[in-house]
């Protein structure tokens, strides 16, 4: 994201800027996207209960209580109170709860593992989404500052995101300081034009009655249903709350929500609440109309400062989450950048970045309007925490030992909402809710046929692999011409013979006086300690193994790694020190065990994998590559 500290220091408040910059960092990378909820949600609503009828003031009340209760449930109750305590390692997310489940119940769940592939492919598809919409509603304001500007909102907002989407690879480490300041000044004009609308209607202020909203629904009917779609428009972001516990730590993001931003939210509702009860026909927008129209062009572009800060915070929220699934073996190494010295969680992924530009600018010239992404929105965001509720049961059962019935009676509530949230996205399934959808299934099908693929090609490389120690007995009854200095070969799995080992013998017949096969293993967990980096043993007095452990949030450093290595005892020099990496030329099978169409999709993403040299940031003159060509 945005802004980074390790997980250790947000939780301990240790960090030299102190526990309130955290809280006003998080205000400007972690609300982003509820926090330009205003703009859309509270119209969106009504306009879906209303169905082109006259609005009421049942429909009003019902609507805003709706909507308040889902922020205090959903976001407030589930995210903020019960799974921000579900902390892998300090760090939280999809994957990150995925991995914890799977750590608490001590074995590999493809349930589970479904589940954590599900949600982080929604998670992605909401990263297309939310730049699309959160752009164009605040460009939108436009329409009415000045009408004659109508037809430049679409190439307005096409212009702002290939802006936002090209400077991403400098980084934000320049602007994430004015993020926090932009934020705190977006929620207090919302809390301070909630405060002067409500005035209009103070009535407004009984729908904190959750009755109004349980009353709306049950005599609204389907209508209720699809209106219940536009509210969860509200809570949409909820689940960055969770997935940025890393970047801030619980107790600031707590404190940041329960004391400055919920306030501001429902205070702004209340206010366009009470502005449409006095004057129904603003909610043609209701947000713009809160402000008088001397104001509404520095409104509109405070509103496209905050939406241009939400995107952010979902796009980098993406390169993170795609940079856990490639360390947790869900897709194909992809290249990293890293675009800050001092903060780790800063990088930057051009080709994850292209897929996000691509895919944001198609549902911006398809849609056109904010009221038309908003079909398409929630389904997203619903399905994600979905998927985050039945894993967090498996955590609070198995990881926190509670008793199972106890921890049913309090997450099945809250999974019970997000599937009636679910289910009323899925209502508007040909209104533009297909799209993150099919988005999803070809994320599931990417990653599925990753995994399955990738387990074929070992399979098969098993059966012509010899045993490693095998090998070292064979090679002390005839020893090959030694050489000096040290071989490195890559593998993963040291108990077998690297195949660049057994070309390099079979080829060039030599064999280095010092042989190393190093492993690289990712854990379960976002991040290792130093201590357990490196594990080495010695197999012979011309062999050792070496496995090196780095966290799923980790950037695998070879190098720096070894240099720990060095510390146990291995005298190398690196400079002396040849990597012998194997790189696979991938041919379609007949009989591969996937359809053919599979076949060519897995050998399309091996191609996109970065290179293992650049991945593990060895230095490319010690490299040494020896191809090899392998039917699938």
Known sequence: MAVSVTSAEAQEGSITTGYWALTLGSVGVVFGDIGTSPLYAFREAVGAAAQGQPITRAIVLGVLSLILWALFVVVTAKYVLLLLRADNNGEGGTLSLMALGQRALGRRSWPLLALGVIGASMFIGDSMITPAISVLSAVEGLKLAAPELEHYVVPLTVFILVVLFSVQRIGTARVASAFGPVMIAWFACLAIMGVVHISDDPSVLAAINPLYGIEFLLSHGT?????????????????????????????????????????????????????????????????????????????????????????????????????????????????????????????????????????????????????????????????????DGIMGFVVIWKLWNWRAATAAAVIVPFVVVDTTFFSANLLKLFEGAWVPLLFGLAMAITIWTWRRGAAILIAKTRRTEVPLRELIKSLEKRPPHIVKGTAVFLTSDPNFVPTALLHNLKHNKVLHEHNVILTIETAQTPRVDLVDRVRMETISDKFATVRLRFGFMESPNVPKALVIARKLGWQFDIMATSFFVSRRSLKPSAQSGMPQWQDHLFIALSRQANDATDYFQIPTGRVVEVGTQVTI
């Not at 603003?282 to 402000?291: D, H, Q, T």
């Not at 008088?292 to 062009?297: A, D, G, M, N, T």
């Not at 952010?312 to 675009?339: D, H, K």
């Open 223 to 387: 209508i209720g249903m699809v209106t219940l779609g536009a509210v969860f428009l509200a809570v949409t972001g909820g689940e960055a709350l969770y997935a940025d516990l890393g970047h801030f730590g619980r107790k600031p993001i707590q404190t940041a929500w329960v004391y400055f931003v919920l306030p501001s939210l429902m205070i702004n509702y209340f206010g366009q609440g009470a502005l449409v009860l006095s004057n129904p026909a603003a909610i043609e927008n209701s947000f713009y109309r809160m402000v008088p129209e001397i104001l509404l062009l520095p409104l509109v572009v405070l509103a496209t400062a905050a939406t241009v800060i939400a995107s952010q915070a979902v796009i980098t929220g993406a390169y993170s989450l795609t940079q856990q699934a490639v360390q947790l073996g869900l897709l194909p190494r992809l290249e990293v950048r890293y675009t800050s010295e001092t903060h780790a969680g800063q990088i930057y992924l051009p080709r994850v970045n292209r897929l996000l530009l691509i895919g944001v600018l198609l549902l911006v010239l398809l849609f056109r309007t904010s009221s038309g992404l908003a079909s398409a929105y929630g389904i997203a965001v619903s399905t994600t925490m979905v998927a």
